[in-house]
């Protein structure tokens, strides 16, 4: 559902011949817009999503992305369409994770314009209630929508991770979505 220049700028800002790790992959559709030269791998926890990936030639596996054993280190990890699912304190568990078996970035993709569900009276409840409808995963349940602060905060914070002081961050919205690159400091990247 995304709309094509996000898919273009992750292309870009993965580049070639790198590790990616995908975390809640889905059916691990992103692998369809990287460089081919790219080594994918992503885990999901919702088995028939994990199962329709490998068919289609994924290389995926049914894992929870809380589980410290299922993580390995990777060139990039990719977050997308995740950050609205998760309260502050997971934000934080799991990119602690991420943080810590990141060699070189973490690119986040998050919906911006689920921050209208705050502030537009009657018309946002009915909006953060459609939202939630179309953004159902099954597994997590969307009990409020951030605001742009919020969200600005959190990424600025690197989610509060202790690992994330080691990586810088570029903030971007395209087209009513937040990419966000968190980029692993150059004095930090020899020690991975």
């Not at 790219?38 to 028939?48: E, S």
């Given at each position: 559902?995304?709309?094509?220049?996000?898919?273009?700028?992750?292309?870009?800002?993965?580049?070639?011949?790198?590790?990616?790790?995908?975390?809640?992959?889905?059916?691990?559709?992103?692998?369809?817009?990287?460089?081919?030269?790219?080594?994918?791998?992503?885990?999901?926890?919702?088995?028939?999503?994990?199962?329709?990936?490998?068919?289609?030639?994924?290389?995926?596996?049914?894992?929870?992305?809380?589980?410290?054993?299922?993580?390995?280190?990777?060139?990039?990890?990719?977050?997308?369409?995740?950050?609205?699912?998760?309260?502050?304190?997971?934000?934080?568990?799991?990119?602690?994770?991420?943080?810590?078996?990141?060699?070189?970035?973490v690119i986040i993709i998050d919906?911006?314009?689920?921050?209208?569900?705050?502030?537009?009276?009657?018309?946002?409840?009915?909006?953060?209630?459609?939202?939630?409808?179309?953004?159902?995963?099954?597994?997590?349940?969307?009990?409020?929508?951030?605001?742009?602060?919020?969200?600005?905060?959190?990424?600025?914070?690197?989610?509060?991770?202790?690992?994330?002081?080691?990586?810088?961050?570029?903030?971007?919205?395209?087209?009513?979505?937040?990419?966000?690159?968190?980029?692993?400091?150059?004095?930090?990247?020899?020690?991975?």
């Amino acid at each position: 559902m995304y709309p094509k220049q996000i898919w273009e700028e992750l292309r870009l800002e993965v580049g070639e011949n790198n590790t990616i790790f995908d975390i809640a992959a889905g059916y691990g559709h992103a692998a369809n817009f990287l460089h081919p030269s790219n080594a994918y791998y992503g885990i999901d926890i919702n088995k028939h999503f994990v199962s329709y990936g490998c068919k289609k030639g994924g290389n995926l596996e049914l894992k929870n992305i809380f589980d410290p054993a299922a993580y390995r280190p990777s060139d990039i990890f990719l977050a997308i369409d995740i950050v609205h699912h998760l309260s502050a304190e997971k934000s934080k568990e799991l990119f602690n994770l991420v943080f810590q078996h990141a060699k070189k970035k973490v690119i986040i993709i998050d919906p911006a314009f689920v921050s209208i569900a705050r502030k537009c009276g009657p018309l946002g409840a009915f909006l953060g209630w459609l939202f939630r409808v179309l953004d159902n995963d099954g597994f997590t349940t969307i009990d409020r929508w951030m605001s742009e602060r919020e969200y600005r905060d959190l990424f600025q914070s690197r989610f509060g991770s202790v690992y994330g002081k080691d990586f810088e961050v570029t903030p971007q919205k395209i087209i009513g979505y937040h990419f966000v690159v968190f980029n692993r400091k150059a004095e930090t990247l020899s020690e991975t």
